[in-house]
């Protein structure tokens, strides 16, 4: 098949969907550098191109472009993947598809032409108006006589009670006083303690992702959860939280080794790459360590990574990012996503499953949407 030219204009094909920088609509911003080429891909019939891709392709562009958006990427990584997007026309189209799920783009390295997500900036104001809204609420809540163990568990008050807190569809960097770093994401709620003879952070609620250092004084490093304490051995490892009380928590590494300290299961040591469940949502199974999600972590990158996800188990992950209720019908509930979306949008990200995927959004309110068949 003849090549296409390079693109010199958008929207026309196949830039449509990844705005470049040249032609991406700016609000007070200065005028971005031109556009430069985009890389040249094979021309295919329009027919060809809504066809369905195979499942493996999808996975390695869903693949390079979490690569990419991770900040690390070298020049050999933008290189192999221009190479893996010329291989074959499937290649690009599956590129071009996971591209167009973001409205907010511009360049990455000119060679590439990559289109990556852009991340909103949390607003103070903002922050302030949901911490009222949350004050309010528990006065409502005391008025009723229904403050108790039930309400301890919730959101609002552990986001009160807690030293550090994230609002729904927040995420914040901490600096630790050591030099590490702690990340919360969504709904997240922790307390930094940290003494002469350890070094300690209380997850409340939420996830977060921690990159210890070295200490001189030599102190450990705990993370207490209510399912068990966590002891960090010179690492990167994320916790997440699920079902309150009585659910499951999820301990992801990614560098060193990270050891569950708990009375009833005794210590489990988890190496990099690695994840254990932990908690009474188990049911009785006992802790054992199996190959980390891959994709689990992207959030720090304002990224969900959806790899044929069940669009039950997709609107729960994305609802964790924004308030109110997002469902589906039971019919479609098992129908599976994959794309790599925006949590700095989810509304966007909603429409772009309607234009995707044989989907309508049936919006009541803001906070009251269903996701049903076309």
């Known amino acids: 098949m003849p090549r296409s030219p390079p693109n010199s204009a958008c929207p026309s094909a196949p830039c449509r969907s990844t705005w470049c920088a040249r032609c991406r609509p700016t609000t007070g911003s200065p005028t971005p550098p031109a556009c430069p080429p985009a890389m040249p891909a094979e021309r295919v019939p329009a027919a060809m191109d809504a066809a369905p891709i195979d499942e493996r392709i999808v996975d390695q562009a869903i693949g390079w472009l979490v690569r990419l958006q991770s900040g690390t990427a070298s020049a050999a990584d933008e290189t192999a993947c221009r190479q893996w997007r010329t291989a074959h026309p499937d290649h690009e189209r599956a590129w071009q598809r996971l591209a167009g799920f973001s409205r907010r783009v511009h360049a990455l390295p000119a060679q590439l032409a990559h289109a990556t997500l ?21 006065a409502l809540f005391g008025a009723a006589g229904v403050l108790g163990w039930q309400a301890r ?63 001189p004084a030599a102190r450990p490093f705990f993370v207490d959860t209510p399912h068990g304490r966590l002891q960090a051995l010179g690492t990167v490892f994320s916790v997440r939280l699920d079902g309150g009380g009585a659910g499951v928590a999820t301990l992801r590494v990614r560098q060193g080794t990270v050891a569950l300290r708990h009375a009833d299961v005794g210590d489990v040591r988890v190496d990099a790459g690695r994840q254990l469940l932990f908690g009474p949502g188990l049911g009785g199974r006992e802790p054992a360590p199996q190959p980390a999600d891959a994709d689990a972590e992207a959030w720090r990158d304002g990224l969900l990574v959806a790899r044929r996800m069940p669009l039950a188990g997709f609107l729960a992950e994305l609802g964790r990012y924004r308030p109110g209720v997002l469902r589906c019908d039971p019919e479609v509930a098992a129908m599976e996503i994959s794309g790599v979306f925006s949590l700095d949008d989810t509304g966007h990200a909603l429409q772009s499953l309607a234009q995707v995927f044989p989907l309508r959004i049936e919006q009541r309110t803001r906070y009251w949407v269903t996701v049903r068949g076309a």
């Open 118 to 138: 852009e991340e909103t900036q949390q607003r103070k104001a903002a922050q302030a108006g949901r911490r009222r809204t949350v004050l309010k609420s528990l």
């Open 153 to 215: 568990d919730s959101g609002p008050w552990h986001r009160l009670a807690a030293q550090h807190a994230t609002a729904v569809g927040e995420r914040r960097r901490l600096q630790l006083a050591d030099g590490g770093t702690l990340l919360l994401n969504t709904d997240t709620a922790v307390d930094v303690r940290y003494a002469a003879g350890e070094r300690r952070i209380v997850l409340r609620r939420g996830e977060i992702l921690i990159e210890t250092m070295p200490d």
